[in-house]
């Protein structure tokens, strides 16, 4: 099979993953923005990782919050986090992304972060050149919804670059699902927090970094 596009997953594949410590204390950060200080623990968890619309409906119900509001204001105090990361130095890319520059493909980005965390990475890290399209969560309760392994983003991505083979790399089981709700081919890479990953699903490739795309996409 040979791929004229590749579409990137970006935590975890391009770039580190962010400390759960540093998103959970920008939801605790952002429940005060609001003045509640008394928080379940469980709520910030939920609100940190996984929420669904469901979810942030009822938590929100629970502080008598308006859900749109507390959403809007929980993705920018996490963006706004995690590029004090990348500003800090904590969050970098993988030493391998410029193996990419000379990759013959169309190449880009859907992440189910912000996409202003999507905008300033590239940017910061001055990548913004070798990728056609990116893709992020709109700063909306709704965009969660539209998640991997939903391939809402990817068909968007695919669309943009006019795809006729692509593959989707991703280092999670979403990524891989979505990859099968797109209809395309998938690439599981092993960074060290995947290194010894047992899957429940079954890509169409296993590869241990992102220089491995150049014997995929031309096998």
């Not at 692509?166 to 890479?189: P, T, Y």
């Not at 960074?191 to 992102?210: A, M, Q, Y």
Request: aromatic fraction near 8%; charged fraction near 30%; glycine fraction near 4%.
């Amino acid at each position: 099979m040979t791929y004229d596009t590749v579409v990137f997953d970006n935590d975890g594949v391009l770039v580190g993953r962010t400390s759960f410590d540093v998103l959970r204390e920008a939801t605790q950060e952002t429940f005060e923005q609001f003045g509640v200080t008394d928080l379940d623990p469980d709520h910030v968890d939920d609100m940190t990782v996984g929420a669904t619309p469901s979810r942030v409906a009822d938590v929100c119900d629970e502080y008598d919050l308006d859900p749109e509001r507390f959403w809007r204001a929980l993705d920018r105090t996490s963006s706004r986090a995690q590029q004090q990361e990348a500003r800090a130095g904590r969050k970098t890319p993988y030493d391998d992304i410029h193996t990419l520059a000379d990759l013959d493909t169309s190449m880009g980005i859907v992440s189910s972060n912000q996409q202003e965390t999507v905008d300033f990475l590239l940017d910061h890290f001055d990548v913004s050149h070798m990728f056609d399209t990116a893709y992020g969560r709109e700063a909306t309760i709704e965009s969660l919804d539209r998640r991997k392994p939903n391939s809402h983003y990817i068909d968007r991505a695919l669309a943009d670059l006019d795809a006729d083979s692509a593959l989707f790399v991703g280092d999670n089981e979403s990524d891989i699902r979505a990859a099968e709700n797109a209809g395309i081919d998938s690439a599981f890479i092993r960074r060290p927090h995947r290194r010894d990953w047992e899957l429940n699903v079954w890509p169409t490739w296993d590869i241990e970094c992102l220089d491995d795309l150049h014997r995929v996409c031309s096998a």
